[in-house]
Each structure stands twice: as structure tokens, then as C-alpha cells.
């Protein structure tokens, strides 16, 4: 069964540099999503990504993030300037219809320090 | 704002019982879905009910919706150690935002 993947798995960072998290979203899929998970408790929408724009953000999801799918299969989520906040878990996630159930990835856990 | 809420926080059953988290919302929906997440992995997506939809099957899973009451509840049956893990309702709220709960910890005692 496809499957959405992300990479690294863990990725280590100190304060202030950028980071780049990556996804392969399921191929034929449309509808791309990125959310974090802090220390295991809610899971916080963080974009939307439809026809190579964003369509929806939250409030998390400020000029410090931005997204990008540049090559038609890799989806791409970039923190600046990363902050110690910024430690979670990232997932992504992609679905073929919009409202449709998501498939997510297994994450990347983010440590900042 | 906040959508989803699941109730209750943790729950703690016996192998073979039958598991029932609540899951309420705020605001009018296209469809709510409940999710499943193992310790340190990926949301797994469980099943889907449309907002004209009131009870829906899945294997061994049983969803209702009332709008009327904005609220969602999920029934697994003949619980097995396998079904340990935290579950997550999710609505769309006519956007392409889909907002998750703070979920349900399932714990299946043998």
C-alpha cells in the first residue's frame, strides 16, 4: 500500500538555524498537510497545501515557516530561525480529495536546542 | 479555535470489553473522522461519517454523529491488546482545515 514518507526521522538543531523537513506524500494525491505534535498531546494543524499554493494556515504558521513542493513529489516544510518552542513532532500528511480521510506519515521528531 | 474534544482523557478496560470515547465540536462540519495514533508513530485514519450521516460500521468499529448535538462517539468491540493507543476525532469545519482533539489514551488490560 503507498505510503507517505518523511525524512530524517530525528533531526537535532540548536537555536536560530534554519531546518528543512521533508515528505514524499503519496503519489497521486492532491491535498498536502503539515501538523506537530508536541511531547505526545494535540495535534496542531499547522497548513494546507492545494494546486502549489497554501490554503489554509494557522496561527503557529507565521513568516518563520513556509512550505514548498518543488519538484511535483517532495513537500517541503522550512523553519528559519528555529526557537526551542519549535521542538515537536512534525508530521505530514496527503490526501487524493479534499475532506477526505489523511494519511499521514510517521513524522520527523524535531529537537531544538 | 479549538474543534474537536474527546472524552474522556484516558481510559483503562478490560480484554474483550467494549471501548467508548466521545468526541464533541463547535462549530458545523462537513464530516468528522476518528483517527488512531500508536506510541510514537503516524495517525493511522480509522473512519470517516459525513455530517448526513448518523451511525457508521467498520470491522469491529461503530461511529454515530449528532449534529443537532455537535457530538461524535467511538465504539470498538471485543477490545484487544492491539487496540491500545490514543484515538483522535477530527472535523472539517468547511475549510481545508481539518482540526484534531487533544484525544482519548486507550489502555486494553489482558
Known amino acids: 500500500e503507498p505510503e507517505v514518507t518523511q525524512t530524517p526521522s530525528h533531526q537535532v538543531t540548536q537555536m536560530g538555524q534554519e531546518v528543512i523537513l521533508r515528505c514524499v506524500p503519496i503519489s497521486n494525491h492532491l491535498y498536502f498537510y503539515w501538523y506537530r505534535q508536541i511531547l505526545g498531546q494535540k495535534v496542531e494543524f499547522l497548513v494546507s497545501f492545494y494546486n502549489n499554493e497554501i490554503s489554509e494556515k494557522s496561527e503557529i504558521f507565521d513568516d518563520q515557516f513556509s512550505v514548498e513542493r518543488p519538484d511535483g513529489s517532495n513537500f517541503t516544510l522550512k523553519i528559519r530561525s528555529t526557537k526551542l518552542e519549535d521542538s515537536a513532532m512534525y508530521f505530514c500528511?496527503?490526501?487524493?480529495?479534499?475532506?477526505?480521510?489523511?494519511?499521514f506519515g510517521n513524522g520527523t521528531r524535531l529537537t531544538v536546542t | 479555535s479549538q474543534q474537536g474534544e474527546e472524552d474522556p482523557q484516558a481510559l483503562s478496560i478490560q480484554e474483550g470489553e467494549n471501548a467508548t470515547m466521545n468526541c464533541s465540536y463547535k462549530t458545523s462540519i462537513n464530516n468528522l473522522q476518528w483517527y488512531r495514533q500508536n506510541s510514537g508513530r503516524g495517525l493511522v485514519h480509522l473512519i470517516l461519517?459525513?455530517?448526513?450521516?448518523r451511525e457508521k460500521h467498520s470491522g469491529r468499529l461503530r461511529v454515530t454523529l449528532d449534529t443537532s448535538k455537535k457530538s461524535s462517539s467511538l465504539l470498538i468491540t471485543a477490545s484487544r491488546a492491539a487496540d491500545t493507543a490514543s484515538y483522535f476525532c477530527a472535523t472539517d469545519p468547511r475549510d481545508d482545515k481539518i482540526i484534531f482533539g487533544k484525544g482519548t489514551r486507550l489502555h486494553i488490560l489482558p
Open positions: 500528511a496527503s490526501s487524493l480529495v479534499r475532506g477526505d480521510g489523511l494519511h
Open positions: 461519517i459525513r455530517s448526513n450521516e
